[in-house]
């Protein structure tokens, strides 16, 4: 029988690598009889017989053989299935609470924490495990009526009871949700005490952003812009097709600005439209930080690629490539990078970031502040006035820059 099993493994490796690069055929069979040495092991000597089903052994194993790969790929398990919606993808964030939920064989789990937010503030960290919500235990629920639970409107509270896997005993904490911004533009406008530099914060790459920047760049020029700053800090990306057109008001038309390299495939270049309505060739800082992902490490490494902006900011996060969801039956699926994104120059941000021109340490407080400043309604009167006082190192820096 335990022969047969690795027989079956090989077999199964062959029928699927015919596009793999080639490795020694006798590479592929001691591999897999480490494997299911180590899994008949596990099952035969582990005493914790609920955790030694064959499911739930290779189900981790695969989520642990995905995620080695990149921070992007990931085995869906089959009981992530009420966090994806109708095209596949997960959609297990709850920004107003500022964390992400997760579900594996033993329940529903919090997964990440934002910085800042409400759940980071009460102290909550990755992998603390959710015992109830709203005194209703976790276990009697379906995970839709736990998604359900965990929406509100903002300034509504929601009371979850807790186990940090860090720290022995239960934790009983009141949560109240924040203002979430649904625009991507949530701010445009000449600076008070620069009157010719003009400041864009852009918090997504929305659907059509680009109509709203544009919109916005008239305004602004109209009333004598003469220098731009895009802030593209805790940006986490969006519409690629917006960020191209986002990008063609900057540079010539039917310029390569963004190219993606897939195995096996031609590299496929993206152009800004062919049209440009106004030529803008005023100097361009863009601010960035360690949340600036996908389309904004895109957009600011080709604005510098191109010779359009200076950087300004942290080094970016490093998202830079492209994922498909594959189906794998029994409810499974994989989450599998399979192409880079790369920038004119062939630099691509894919796991190492954008390395700004001018760098800024940010402290936490200077971050802090700057989401603050992206809901100034949701602020007490003591946050705003604090916030009044802060002065921005980034634009800080933009305006020095401009005035070389």
């Not at 994806?84 to 329940?107: F, H, Q, T, Y």
């Not at 038309?253 to 096996?264: E, F, I, L, N």
Request: hydrophobic share 40%; glycine share 8%.
């Amino acid at each position: 029988m335990f022969i047969s099993r690795i027989s079956l493994a090989c077999l199964l490796l062959t029928s699927f690598s015919a596009n793999v690069r080639a490795e020694p055929d006798e590479a592929a069979y001691p591999a897999l009889k480490r494997f299911v040495e180590v899994l008949e092991t596990a099952r035969e000597r582990h005493p914790d017989l609920d955790k030694i089903a064959y499911d739930r052994l290779i189900n981790q194993a695969l989520d642990g053989m995905l995620s080695s790969l990149d921070p992007h790929s990931s085995f869906i398990h089959p009981e992530m299935q009420p966090f994806m919606d109708d095209s596949g993808n997960l959609n297990n964030e709850v920004p107003s609470l500022g964390l992400s939920l997760g579900k594996d064989s033993e329940g529903i789990f919090i997964s990440a924490i934002e910085k800042h937010g409400p759940a980071d503030k009460a102290g909550i960290i990755a992998g603390t495990e959710i015992i109830s919500v709203n005194s209703v235990p976790q276990d009697t629920l379906e995970s839709t009526e736990v998604v359900n639970l965990f929406a509100g409107p903002a300034g509504s509270q929601i009371t979850l009871t807790l186990r940090n896997p860090e720290r022995p005993g239960e934790l009983e904490v009141t949560l109240t949700r924040r203002f979430v911004e649904g625009r991507s533009l949530i701010k445009a406008v000449l600076l008070e005490k620069h009157p010719e530099t003009g400041y864009l914060r852009l918090a997504t790459f929305g659907a059509n952003c680009a109509r709203e920047i544009e919109a916005a760049l008239d305004d602004l020029e109209d009333k004598g812009m003469k220098h731009l700053i895009l802030d593209l800090r805790e940006n986490g990306g969006g519409d690629l097709h917006e960020t191209v057109s986002i990008l063609g008001l900057f540079v010539p038309p039917s310029t390569k600005v963004v190219s993606v390299r897939a195995r096996d495939e031609p590299e496929e270049f993206l152009e800004t439209p062919d049209r440009q309505r106004r030529k803008r060739d005023y100097p361009i800082v863009v601010l960035i930080d360690r949340n600036s992902a996908s389309a904004s490490e895109l957009s600011a490494g080709s604005l510098s690629d191109l010779k359009r902006a200076t950087i300004i900011g942290e080094k970016s996060y490093g998202k830079g490539s492209v994922q498909n969801i594959v189906p794998m039956g029994g409810g499974t699926a994989l989450r599998l990078t399979i192409a880079t994104y790369h920038t004119p120059s062939g630099n691509t941000p894919h796991l190492k970031g954008i390395t700004p021109d001018v760098k800024i340490d940010f402290s936490e407080k200077d971050r802090e502040f700057f989401l603050q400043a992206g809901r100034p309604s949701s602020l007490t009167e003591a946050e705003t006035k604090s916030l009044a006082a802060w002065e921005d190192p980034a634009i800080a820096a933009a305006i020095a820059e401009f005035a070389k």
